[in-house]
Structures are given as C-alpha cells and as structure tokens.
C-alpha cells in the first residue's frame, strides 16, 4: 500500500457546470422559454384543425414553418458567425414575443388562417437564427470536456417542457382557446430575453491560429459561397456526411409524425384536446429519460450504435402509434418516439460541436440544419395528404418500415463504428494556397468520446 498522498480529485461535469454562473443564467432562461414553445407547437396545429377540420391544413402549416426553416438555413450560419450571438438570440426572442402576443387579439375579430400561415413562416425565419445561435453559444459557456453534459442538462430541460407544456396547454385552450395559449408562448420569449442580458459568452480558442481571415468564404463573399464553406466541411467529414443523408430521409418521417399522432387521437379516437394533452407531456417523460441516458449511452456504445439504435426506436413507435387504439400504449409509444429523436439529437449535436472549429461552427450548423430540414416539409405535406386519403395506420406502418430501411443503410456506413475521422478537404486557407492547405491538414477535430 502507498503512502503517497492521494491527488486533487478532479471534479465532475456536473458540479462544475453547476458553479458556471453563466451557463445557469441561460439555462434557467430557456427553461421556460421552452414551456412555451410546447405550448404552441402543441396549440397551433388545433387552432388550425379546429378552424379547418382538415388534416392537410395541419400538415401544411406545418409545411410552412418547415419551409421558413430551411429557406433561412441558407444565411442563418453567415449571420450568425458574424454578429454578437447573444444580441442577435434577444432581437429574435423580443420579434417572436410581439408576433405571437398579437395572435389572440387579433383573433378577437375571427378565424384567419392566412394570418397563421403569415406568422408561422416570420417566427420560422427567427427561430431558425435563434436555434443556430443557441447551437453556437453553448461551446462558448462551458468547456470542450462538459459539452455532453450541459447539452443532456438542456436537452433534460426541453423534456420537462414536453411535460409541462402541453397539459398547460390543454388547460388554457379548453379554458379560453388556442389563441391565447400562443399568446402565453409570446410572453415566456421576453423573459428568455430578460435573462440573456446577464449571459456572457466566451469564444473558443481558434486551433492552430485559424481566424476569421482565413477561414473560406469570409470577407465580401456571397451569402452563397458562404453556404458552400459549411457544406464542404460537412461533406467531408467521413461521420457528418452519411449522419445527413440518413437524417434528412429520417426527417420526411418525423416532421408529419406529430400531426399523424394528433390526428389518430383527435379525430380518429374522438378524445379530447386534453386528453391529447397528457398523451403529449407522457412522451416529454421519453425525452426527459432520453436527455438524461443520452451521454452515458454514447460512453457506452459509440456514437453509432446510439444513433442507429434510435432511429430504429423511431420507426417502432411511428408504426405502433398508427396502429394502435389504446390511448395509453399510444402515449407510451409516443414516449418512446422521443426517447429515439432526443438521444440521437444529442448525440449529432454533440459530434458537430466537437470537431468543428468555433469559427465554422455557425455555418456547419446552419448547412446541417438546412440540408436533413429540407425534406420535412415535403414529407409533412406527403404524409398528412397519404393519411387524409388511405388512413393514418397504413401511412404509419410504412413511415415506420421506412426508418427500419434507413438503420439497414447505416450499417454499411463508417457510423456503425462511430469514430470520427480527420475530413478529407482544408478546413484554412483558400484552394490553390500551400501553406494554408499544409497547415489545414495538421489541423485534427477533437476526439472526445
């Protein structure tokens, strides 16, 4: 036996993220910000149902918001790579709380739809800044070794607001409409505004002396090229390229899934909006346990075998939510559902932080986003439509055999080991540049897993 004096003990991720005042402060923020955007992603697609009685009108607003999304992909990273990150989430948080805070009101005076569409698409546009700049401003609160950590923490807090969000909503639109419960959503951005005033970010170190200057695509290039420099990252990492093909087929899936699922207890089921309202917060009880399994999960197993295993947990619950009329088992298939998205979300979200460099980082994201986002509108529209006609089990069965073909795919690819490597093209300097293109490749994503 030694008797050597033990070492320091290093503390834990989670007691140091517990002292990062920073970090707490935006946390606690978005907490409740996240309340409320269950709110109206629970809200809106019954406003509409209840103003239309059609499940293509869901599916299409639905489409709308997907299409703002992906049409804003295209700058959002330039944007965001260029401006105060934190200053430019407040704009966009103060913008969503005056148009969603104007629904009720305006409703007063009668249903317009076209008024949904119109808002739908502006508060896409801003979200889509917002959501990169959060993306973007998490590596800058804590360091590289907590980044798991603090995004199952955040993760775990959009969990407890698929829980709360969509009872609270229930309550509010059986109680005085859908209208208001997007005018509550309106009220919890201000507060996420409030607390983003006293959140201080600190960038990255730049690895091997990479600066604004030379990172391609900067200066006065266009909006375009400015596209092209995340996407040329993305398609060459040998783990970021087959994770977004495979996600944006995944996406067709996914985003006309929820109104497949509010339609199958609704309509087909004849339930309430309050019992539409426990079935949703019992699948926030998936992401919560999805946030909190999904780092160690990934210690464990890799990061393909939890991506891959996901995505077959996805296809499962999409094919026993269409079939089933128990609304129990449908909610807890619906959990099951969200376990899958949030543990596989984390984990993409994780390995983009990881090896992108703080300076490409806005535009990585954004391209990522854009790309595997792309299909959900068309998917949306295709899957409420195919529903519409031929009934939602059916739709189901096959949007779930989908995600099982998808999972076969990713076994031929370098996700089913999950070890990231160096990409194939610079990630400095400009083409035809020596030194730059030398330096580039001395230059090594981080391995952290």
């Known amino acids: 036996m030694s008797g050597a004096a033990p070492g320091p003990t290093r503390p834990s991720n989670l007691s140091r993220l517990s002292r990062n005042k920073d970090f707490n402060v935006f946390w606690l923020g978005q907490a409740l910000s996240v309340i409320g955007g269950s709110i109206s992603l629970f809200a809106l697609p019954l406003l509409v149902l209840d103003a239309t009685g059609s499940l293509a009108q869901m599916g299409l607003i639905t489409a709308v918001a997907a299409v703002s999304a992906v049409g804003t992909g295209l700058f959002a990273g330039h944007v965001v790579d260029r401006v105060?990150?934190?200053?430019?989430?407040?704009?966009?948080d103060l913008a969503r709380a005056a148009l969603l805070g104007a629904v009720p009101f305006l409703w007063l005076a009668g249903p317009r739809i076209w008024l949904l569409y119109l808002m739908t698409a502006v508060v896409g546009v801003l979200k889509t800044l917002f959501d990169v700049a959060y993306v973007t401003a998490v590596p800058n609160l804590v360091p590289a070794e907590d980044l798991t950590a603090a995004n199952g923490r955040l993760m775990s807090t959009f969990a407890v607001g698929t829980l709360v969000g969509p009872v609270?909503?229930?309550?509010?639109?059986?109680?005085?409409?859908?209208?208001?419960?997007?005018?509550?959503?309106?009220?919890?951005?201000?507060?996420?505004?409030?607390?983003?005033?006293?959140v201080r970010l600190t960038p990255r170190p730049t690895p091997d002396g990479l600066g604004e200057e030379q990172v391609p695509g900067g200066g006065a290039r266009k909006a375009r090229e400015m596209f092209l420099v995340g996407f040329r990252f993305l398609?060459?990492?040998?783990?970021l390229r087959p994770l977004t093909v495979l996600l944006t087929l995944l996406t067709f899936v996914t985003v006309g899934a929820t109104d497949l699922l509010f339609f199958r207890v609704r309509?087909?089921?004849?339930?309430?909006?309050?019992?539409?309202?426990?079935?949703?917060?019992v699948s926030g009880l998936g992401t919560l346990v999805g946030a909190l399994c999904a780092g160690r999960l990934r210690r464990l197993l890799g990061f393909g075998a939890c991506?891959?295993?996901?995505?077959?947990?996805?296809?499962?619950?999409?094919?026993?939510?269409?079939?089933?009329?128990?609304?129990?088992?449908?909610a807890a298939l619906a959990a099951v559902f969200m376990f899958g998205l949030t543990v596989a979300g984390v984990c993409s979200m994780t390995l983009r932080q990881e090896v992108?460099?703080?300076?490409?980082?806005?535009?990585?994201?954004?391209?990522?986003?854009?790309?595997?986002?792309?299909?959900?509108?068309?998917?949306?529209?295709?899957?409420?439509?195919?529903?519409?006609?031929?009934?939602?089990p059916?739709?189901?069965?096959?949007?779930?055999?989908?995600?099982?073909?998808?999972?076969?795919?990713?076994?031929?690819?370098?996700?089913?080991?999950?070890?990231?490597?160096?990409?194939k093209e610079p990630l400095t300097g400009s083409p035809g540049r020596g030194p730059a293109r030398g330096k580039?490749?001395?230059?090594?994503?981080?391995?952290r897993r």
């Not at 891959?308 to 079939?323: D, T, W």
Request: proline share 5%; glycine share 12%; with cysteine.
């Open 84 to 92: 105060d990150r934190r200053r430019l989430m407040i704009v966009c």
């Open 168 to 198: 609270a909503a229930g309550a509010i639109a059986t109680w005085v409409g859908e209208d208001w419960a997007l005018g509550v959503d309106g009220a919890t951005f201000l507060v996420s505004a409030a607390t983003l005033r006293w």
């Open 235 to 239: 398609w060459a990492h040998e783990l």
């Open 267 to 281: 309509s087909d089921l004849q339930q309430s909006a309050a019992t539409l309202g426990y079935v949703v917060a």
């Open 307 to 330: 991506w891959l295993g996901s995505v077959a947990l996805v296809g499962l619950s999409v094919a026993g939510i269409g079939v089933s009329r128990d609304v129990p088992t449908i």
């Open 356 to 392: 992108t460099p703080d300076p490409l980082l806005g535009r990585v994201t954004s391209v990522f986003w854009t790309v595997h986002n792309a299909s959900g509108p068309v998917g949306a529209a295709a899957l409420t439509r195919l529903a519409q006609a031929h009934g939602v």
């Open 394 to 423: 059916a739709i189901s069965l096959a949007a779930g055999a989908f995600c099982l073909l998808l999972v076969g795919a990713g076994l031929f690819t370098p996700l089913r080991s999950g070890r990231p490597g160096r990409p």
């Open 440 to 447: 580039a490749r001395r230059t090594k994503p981080e391995r």
